[in-house]
């Protein structure tokens, strides 16, 4: 490589041509050490799209990085409409004195998808202490019950009481009412191709999660308070 980049120096006296030699051979190798490194970012960037898409068995890639604004992605939409509705649930059940998250609780309750602490974690979203506090509360209120199984005296069941279940059916209806001011200026056509565009990405969410997923994320639950 040495003999690729030495330069002719006329003039210079031997000591100073090898000085001179030697400082250009070092110049010459950063800059093609430095090309290797560029051309390897390159060759990367190049090959990012086919990672993802390999990673996560993607056939086309409808979100460009290098065009990617926070405010119009598809996460920061879905999430900040969530907070809405949610908070249109928490005003609409104040006069219940429960909150969105626990009408979530006391639906899955009441169709009995799930009756434990650790299956409403798993579906909800929430960590184990903010469901542990969301459950004493709607027992504090005498709406569910906790018992042990007969089955597995380490699993406690949860269960609706009579007075959970009085509350329950007043609670579609204001769940309706909410989520009708969000969707006003749809109609039924459009409402129906938005639940089976959510379903799709539904499918390709649990496709790609890790089996051992408990969907934890962490909510920072906001019914604290109550």
């Not at 579906?123 to 019950?145: A, C, F, P």
């Not at 390709?204 to 604290?224: F, M, Q, T």
């Amino acid at each position: 490589m040495r003999g690729l980049y030495r330069r002719p120096w006329p003039g210079a006296s031997l000591g100073i041509r090898k000085i001179l030699d030697e400082g250009c051979y070092c110049l010459d190798s950063y800059f093609f050490f430095a090309y290797i490194a560029a051309y390897a970012v390159i060759a990367m960037a190049a090959n990012l799209d086919r990672y993802w898409s390999d990673r996560y068995e993607i056939h086309q890639m409808l979100v460009d990085p290098k065009n990617y604004v926070l405010e119009d992605s598809l996460g920061y939409l879905l999430s900040k409409v969530r907070g809405y509705i949610m908070q249109g649930l928490d005003t609409e059940l104040a006069d219940l004195d429960i909150t969105a998250a626990q009408w979530v609780i006391i639906m899955k309750l009441s169709v009995g998808a799930q009756s434990t602490a650790a299956a409403l974690c798993k579906q909800s979203g929430y960590d184990t202490g903010s469901m542990t506090r969301m459950l004493d509360r709607l027992e504090d209120k005498g709406l569910i019950t906790r018992e042990r199984s007969p089955d597995d005296r380490r699993v406690i069941k949860l269960a609706l009481t009579e007075n959970g279940e009085r509350l329950r059916e007043q609670l579609p209806e204001r769940a309706a009412h909410v989520m009708n001011a969000h969707l006003d200026g749809f109609s039924a056509d459009e409402f129906e191709t938005l639940k089976s565009l959510l379903r799709r990405m539904l499918d390709n969410a649990l496709r790609i999660a890790p089996h051992d997923d408990h969907a934890d994320a962490s909510h920072s639950s906001h019914e604290e308070s109550r």
